[in-house]
T-cell receptor, first 116, second 112 residues
């Protein structure tokens, strides 16, 4: 396992279109997180899963955003009716509930979304 | 609400000298602190962490200091190397690790 992977790496879309991103976490990690990062800012928490259960959502996650992790493995983040303000880097991270590294989240390379 | 703040957007240091990156937080419930390093076109990578029960953690050239009373932590890199040039993010979490808060980052440039 080479780490957290995300697909696609870049997405350009027109305002009003729907987009879906995929994240594959490190295989034995129970927790999966989604973050958004805009220019000049650190990552902002959006939501997280423990196995297949979505346990917390930030108020940043509007009704147009939905995330799933159906089998407790990979996750998808969908944005409906995209707006120009959705343009950002979307980062996925995973972590293990057990062991000495349980506080550390391991990040993927991100998906850069540009909404025209 | 900016619960984790990195007030210096950039820092430039000569190779071989010490780099000191600072971070302040406001939420006293945070009990675990992490530093991440980020290169362009990559996601953040974990660098070093510290629990609130400690005031110092060292890993090779990297040392993190925590001052709980001041709600301040710092990352020391010594000696600094050109390969250390990156954006450094400070992050804080509570024990349940559900919601990690990041600072805005400090861009470190180490000049040869």
């Amino acid at each position: 396992d080479t780490g957290v992977s995300q697909d696609p790496r870049h997405k350009i879309t027109k305002r009003g279109q729907n987009v879906t991103f995929r994240c594959d976490p490190i295989s034995e990690h129970n927790r999966l997180y989604w973050y958004r990062q805009t220019l000049g800012q650190g990552p902002e928490f959006l939501t997280y899963f423990q196995n297949e259960a979505q346990l917390e959502k930030s108020r940043l996650l509007s009704d147009r955003f939905s995330a799933e992790r159906p089998k407790g493995s990979f996750s998808t983040l969908e944005i409906q009716r995209t707006e120009q303000g959705d343009s950002a880097m979307y980062l996925c991270a995973s972590s293990s509930l057990a062991g000495p590294l349980y506080h550390e989240q391991f990040f993927g390379p991100g998906t850069r979304l540009t909404v025209l | 609400d900016q619960q984790v703040k990195q007030n210096s957007p950039s820092l430039s240091v000569q190779e071989g000298r010490i780099s000191i990156l600072n971070c302040d937080y406001t939420n006293s419930m945070f009990d675990y602190f992490l530093w991440y390093k980020k290169y362009p076109a990559e996601g953040p990578t974990f660098l070093i962490s510290i629990s609130s029960i400690k005031d110092k953690n060292e890993d090779g050239r990297f040392t993190v200091f925590l001052n709980k009373s001041a709600k301040h932590l710092s990352l020391h890199i010594v000696p600094s190397q050109p390969g250390d040039s990156a954006v450094y993010f400070c992050a804080a979490s509570r024990d349940n690790n559900n919601d990690m808060r990041f600072g805005a980052g400090t861009r470190l440039t180490v000049k040869p």
